[in-house]
């Protein structure tokens, strides 16, 4: 079973700081995704990383997927609160086909 | 486009009931899935569909069924509701992205959910 740990569980920040979230496995993905989801409604889909190494950026959220394609990290600058919002990280196995392994989570929360 | 669709938004069963939860979807997506997500939890996968007659067990298929009869619509059901199935529930639908040289990856687009109690 492909496990995905996802660090901090919890962050509370003020605006205009940065902060990065960290998405580990001992496994190998062939792809890793990050969804954000707000209170009361399915998650959205940010970003897709493929390569090992590979940097996406969307506006001042920054993806990396690791060089082992064993991790990724998610880095926010200058936290707004509508950034506020459950991160996931998801990844696919190499032999999963079609179905995602889901880290639980880090909620995070951007005070004015 | 309407996307993934739910039905209902919110629902209280007593123990022992029964009831479908209904998803629909209007891309022409051919793989569709159901999640649960309990409070603090990311999801846990309950059953997949890979296409039309094609159903799969996920991580926690306890407890659940599914049919998959058209592209459409992919309903899940709970026979014997247990407090442990108190959860949101999220049916979600892909397509798969085909990448230069072997690689390809499946972009989810997730319904708004159902809310489930079971007292």
């Known amino acids: 079973t492909q496990l995905l740990e996802q660090s901090p569980q919890f962050l509370s920040i003020q605006e205009g700081e940065n902060l990065t979230v960290y998405c580990n496995s001992s496994?190998?993905?062939?792809?890793l995704q990050w969804y954000r989801q707000e209170p009361g409604e399915g998650p959205v889909l940010l970003v897709t990383v493929v390569t090992g190494g590979e940097v996406k950026k969307l506006k001042r959220l920054t993806f990396q997927f690791g060089d082992a394609r064993k991790d990724s990290s998610l880095h926010i600058t200058a936290a707004q609160p509508g950034d506020t919002g459950l991160y996931l990280c998801a990844g696919a196995g190499e032999t999963s086909g079609s179905r995602l392994t889901f880290g639980e989570g880090t909620q995070l929360t951007v005070n004015p | 486009n309407a996307g993934v669709t739910q039905t209902p938004k919110f629902r209280i069963l007593k123990i022992g009931q029964s009831m479908t939860l209904q998803c629909a979807q209007d891309?022409?997506?051919?793989?569709m899935y159901w999640y649960r997500q309990d409070p603090g939890m990311g999801l846990k996968l309950i059953y997949y569909?890979?296409?039309?007659?094609?159903?799969d067990k996920g991580e926690v298929p306890n407890g659940y069924n599914v049919s998959r009869s058209t592209t459409e619509d992919f309903p899940l059901r709970l026979e014997l509701a247990a407090p442990s199935q108190t959860s949101v529930y999220f049916c979600a639908s892909s397509y798969r992205r085909i990448l230069a040289g072997p690689s390809s990856y499946n972009e989810q687009f997730f319904g708004p959910g159902t809310r489930l109690t079971v007292l």
């Open positions: 496994s190998v993905f062939s792809s």
């Open positions: 891309m022409n997506h051919n793989y």
């Open positions: 569909s890979v296409g039309a007659g094609i159903t």
